[in-house]
T-cell receptor, first 113, second 114 residues
Framework: AQTVTQSQPEMSVQEAETVTLSCTYDTSESDYYLFWYKQPPSRQMILVIRQEAYKQQNATENRFSVNFQKAAKSFSLKISDSQLGDAAMYFCACNNAGNMLTFGGGTRLMVKP | DTAVSQTPKYLVTQMGNDKSIKCEQNLGHDTMYWYKQDSKKFLKIMFSYNNKELIINETVPNRFSPKSPDKAHLNLHINSLELGDSAVYFC?????????????FGPGTRLTVL
């Protein structure tokens, strides 16, 4: 069975600072993808960033980047220059064959002005 | 235009009733999913549906049944509702089943069973 673990239920960051959200996973798939989704209070799920497991290069999307450590099965999300609009629940996820997502328990990110 | 829409957004009903949640996507996708988010925000896959092939998460009770009249729609029927079914249900879609295909989510339906 696939598992995804987010060990930080809540995180807080000062506006304009950098914060890192942690995620570890376990999967028996040889070919898989990892994702970070954002869920603001509106509850809409928004894809933040995606990483292909066979790619060594870490994915980046503007202020968002990941630190993918395949051997350690770790996939952390770094948010630079944090903005008030970044406040949300963040979910780490891994897909299985059939593209169904297994999600972690989420990390609530608070951004202080 | 909303890419993935769900109706209703809120549903309050009594225990034992049967209810349906509708999902429609206008993205031209051929794969659709249902996820359940419980009160602790934990998200879990329930089904995926692609070209008439249904993949069911083994933990989903058979009171839940997805029905797809066409590729753009995947409705969720729930029979004999129980208190534990209270949750937010998300529909999602993607283009194909290939790994890594981005899933686009609907706004969610909050189901409350009294």
């Amino acid at each position: 069975a696939q598992t995804v673990t987010q060990s930080q239920p809540e995180m807080s960051v000062q506006e304009a600072e950098t914060v890192t959200l942690s995620c570890t996973y376990d999967t028996s798939e040889s070919d898989y993808y990892l994702f970070w989704y954002k869920q603001p209070p509106s509850r809409q799920m928004i894809l933040v960033i995606r990483q292909e497991a066979y790619k060594q290069q870490n994915a980046t999307e503007n202020r968002f980047s990941v630190n993918f450590q395949k051997a350690a099965k770790s996939f952390s999300l770094k948010i630079s220059d944090s903005q008030l609009g970044d406040a949300a629940m963040y979910f780490c996820a891994c897909n299985n064959a059939g593209n169904m997502l297994t999600f972690g328990g989420g990390t609530r990110l608070m951004v202080k002005p | 235009d909303t890419a993935v829409s769900q109706t209703p957004k809120y549903l309050v009903t009594q225990m034992g009733n049967d209810k349906s949640i509708k999902c429609e996507q206008n993205l031209g996708h051929d794969t659709m999913y249902w996820y359940k988010q419980d009160s602790k925000k934990f998200l879990k896959i329930m089904f995926s549906y692609n070209n008439k092939e249904l993949i069911i998460n083994e933990t989903v009770p058979n009171r839940f049944s997805p029905k797809s009249p066409d590729k753009a729609h995947l409705n969720l029927h729930i029979n004999s509702l129980e208190l534990g079914d209270s949750a937010v249900y998300f529909c999602a879609s993607s283009l194909g089943l290939a790994g890594g295909r981005e899933q686009f989510f609907g706004p969610g339906t909050r189901l409350t069973v009294l």
